[in-house]
């Protein structure tokens, strides 16, 4: 059985920081693809940012510049950075990662969190 649980989020002033980490844990033999997305009330969830098993990133063009995306491959983690948030960045952000565990290589995601930006 596999775990991906989130930490982080909450209220923010704009301008203000934020960080969310995600934790991988359980039968997990090899984690592909790590990610963040972020959906706000009626629109499509949306990458945010990702990081190859690589080490490779890639961001949404809204972001760069502003947010940071890191990885640690012993700790099964991952961790976005939130800088000079907008209020365009109020929304509900989830970590998603590539997994295999067993013979089965699938999308896990964590729970959700509420990332608010606002005066």
């Known amino acids: 059985q596999v775990q991906v649980v989130l930490s982080g989020g909450g209220l923010v002033q704009p301008g203000g920081s934020l960080t969310l980490s995600c934790a991988a844990s359980g039968n997990i033999f090899k984690i592909y693809g790590m990610g963040w997305y972020r959906q706000s009330p009626g629109k499509e969830r949306e990458l945010v940012a990702g990081?190859?098993?690589?080490?490779?990133?890639k961001y949404d063009d809204s972001v760069k510049g502003r947010f940071i995306i890191s990885r640690d491959n012993a700790k099964q983690t991952v961790t976005l950075q939130m800088n000079n948030l907008k209020p365009e960045d109020t929304a509900v952000y989830y970590c998603?990662?590539?997994?295999?565990?067993?013979?089965?290589?699938?999308?896990?995601w964590g729970q959700g969190a509420q990332v608010t930006v606002s005066s």
């Open positions: 990081a190859g098993s690589d080490d490779s990133t």
């Open positions: 998603n990662a590539a997994i295999l565990s067993g013979v089965q290589r699938r999308d896990y």
